[in-house]
Nanobody
Framework: LSAAAASGGGLVQAGDSLRLSCAVS????????IGWFRQAPGKEREGVSC????????YYADSVQGRFTISRDNARKQVYLQMNNLNPEDTAVYYC????????WGKGTLVTVSS
């Protein structure tokens, strides 16, 4: 059974950077396209970015394009989200999962950006 756990969130100021990490477990985790998702207070969960299983292709939501960078290290079973130039609209709980949400969602990691 595969699963993913997000970490690295925190309280930052607008314009700051954070790097989120997603620890992926399970024998077949390397086969999946992994995505970062976020859920802001009072809003539905939305996709932020995803990366193909071999890292050859990535996708970014318009709201984070040019500011966020996704990467993965399959040997370490890690997926990362480098977030630069954060703004208050990025405040949310961030999760990682397969793009279809196959795995349990877990608690996520809270990112709070103050203005």
């Amino acid at each position: 059974l595969s699963a993913a756990a997000a970490s690295g969130g925190g309280l930052v100021q607008a314009g700051d950077s954070l790097r989120l990490s997603c620890a992926v477990s399970g024998f077949t985790s390397d086969y999946y396209t992994i995505g970062w998702f976020r859920q802001a207070p009072g809003k539905e969960r939305e996709g932020v970015s995803c990366i193909q299983n071999n890292g050859s292709s990535t996708y970014y939501a318009d709201s984070v394009q040019g500011r966020f960078t996704i990467s993965r290290d399959n040997a370490r079973k890690q997926v990362y989200l480098q977030m630069n130039n954060l703004n208050p609209e990025d405040t949310a709980v961030y999760y990682c999962n397969t793009i279809a949400g196959h795995w349990p969602w877990g608690k996520g990691t809270l990112v709070t950006v103050s203005s």
